[in-house]
């Protein structure tokens, strides 16, 4: 078996098309045509023509994990994905007896060994980014880790970029910014809602009870406030129907589903009394 023809291919300057016995044999990258030599009238056996396949197989992985990396850091887990997406059309082109898992594994091996992947400078950077830019809470970015594939190990390991000051700085920075979109409720719903939001941005449980603490004590004159305000809407909303027990009941039920605790309920309602008299 004789090369007849190489020729550069159109679409890929740097990947070539192989003819043996004037047909088509092999599309091969530069660094494979490179290596092995390949030359118009070199000799082919069969021996020489799968180790040259599996060569060709081999770097074309190795391309599509560079093509993957040249966008961004990824762990290694996100460049085994990315690469098991492209498995079936891989394996149309291979030999019969050429393992793709082996192929990925090994490519896998090399890009570590040359610092491409590292799983530990991976989550450090993606703790700085999430923690900075995204300020999510530390359980989220731990969580997000997880998913993609660190250890516990390298998740610590990663986690020490992220101090407490600036988690409670970034947890501020939520809940501010969420209270400042529900201004309309109730300070016990607000807390329940701060609570979810917070819990859902991933921060620990004890950051949360520390600032709601904080902030359920300073909403407690500004609920006052709300409160006179939310009951006199809704008494000039009802009295035009009720009058008296009946009025005082729908108003008290009222004020009950918007959040407000039945203590203050009950002052706001003995300060007014004067409100029920019936005619």
């Known amino acids: 078996m004789k090369i007849t023809k190489i020729e550069q291919q159109a679409k ?20 494979v045509l490179i290596h092995y030599a390949l030359h118009k009238g070199q000799i082919l056996d069969q021996a020489a023509k799968e180790k040259i396949q599996a060569a060709e ?11 993957y990396l040249s966008y ?15 498995r079936k059309d891989r394996i149309a082109h291979q030999s019969s007896d050429y393992q793709d898992d082996q192929v990925v594994d090994a490519v896998i091996d090399k890009l570590i060994d040359q610092g491409y992947l590292n799983d530990l400078v991976y989550g450090q950077s993606y703790v700085r980014t999430l923690a900075t830019v995204n300020r999510k809470g530390s359980r989220q970015i731990y969580r997000d880790l997880i998913a993609k594939g660190l250890s516990d190990h390298e998740i610590e390991e990663a986690l020490l970029e992220y101090s407490q000051d600036q988690e409670i700085e970034n947890l501020n920075y939520q809940a501010e910014k969420y209270a400042r979109s529900k201004k309309k409720l109730t300070a016990k719903m607000l807390s329940q809602k701060l609570r979810h939001h917070l819990v859902a941005k991933g921060f620990p449980n004890d950051l949360i009870n520390a600032y709601l603490s904080v902030r359920n004590q300073e909403d407690s004159e500004s609920e006052e406030h709300l409160l006179e305000e939310m009951a006199a809407k809704e008494y000039r909303k009802r009295s035009r129907r009720d009058r008296g ?12 589903r918007k959040g407000f605790h039945m203590d203050q309920i009950q002052t706001w309602i003995n300060q007014h009394e004067d409100l029920f008299i019936e005619d």
Do not use: C, P
């Open 12 to 31: 890929a300057k740097d990947r070539y098309s192989v003819y043996v016995d004037d047909k088509f044999w092999l599309g091969v990258g530069e660094e």
């Open 245 to 256: 027990w009946t009025l005082k009941q729908k108003l008290v039920q009222a004020l009950y």
């Open 72 to 86: 961004g850091l990824r762990s290694i887990k996100e460049v085994k994905d990315y690469l098991a997406k492209g």
């Open 57 to 67: 197989f081999n770097h074309k992985v190795y391309s599509q994990a560079i093509h």
